[in-house]
């Protein structure tokens, strides 16, 4: 395993995704879809550690779908960054929203 972390963006509040639900919680099969992402690159086996950033409102429930390191956001994009970074221990660091393509 690599010295790499993968830290996941899924705090958002979705602003400019004009649907009823936040688009990290849209499903993919039974998964909401930051859980798909995070699973399918963590089953590429690159990472040591992969930390999902989530709402402080939606952190507890996001532990109960899968076990990750899950750290709360800030109230910008740019905090809930420097949330995840503060706990990072390794070497390289890889930053992804939480979206498939």
Same mark, same amino acid.
């Given at each position: 395993?690599?010295?790499?972390?993968? /830290?996941?963006?899924?705090?958002?509040?979705?602003?400019?995704?004009?649907?009823?639900? +936040? =688009?990290?919680?849209?499903? /993919?099969?039974h +998964?909401?879809?930051?859980?798909f992402?995070?699973? #399918?690159?963590n089953?590429?086996?690159?990472f040591? +550690? /992969?930390?999902?950033?989530?709402? #402080?409102?939606e952190i507890e429930?996001? =532990?109960?779908?899968?076990?990750?390191?899950f750290?709360?956001?800030? +109230?910008?994009?740019?905090?809930?960054?420097k #949330?995840?970074? #503060?706990?990072?221990?390794?070497?390289y660091v890889?930053?992804?929203?939480?979206?498939?393509r």
């Amino acid at each position: 395993m690599s010295d790499l972390t993968l /830290i996941l963006l899924a705090a958002g509040t979705s602003s400019r995704f004009s649907q009823d639900a +936040k =688009k990290q919680w849209l499903r /993919i099969g039974h +998964k909401p879809l930051w859980q798909f992402v995070a699973d #399918n690159l963590n089953e590429m086996g690159f990472f040591s +550690k /992969i930390i999902v950033v989530g709402s #402080n409102d939606e952190i507890e429930f996001m =532990k109960q779908y899968a076990d990750y390191n899950f750290v709360s956001g800030g +109230k910008t994009r740019q905090e809930s960054l420097k #949330n995840a970074l #503060n706990t990072v221990s390794s070497e390289y660091v890889l930053v992804s929203d939480c979206l498939i393509r």
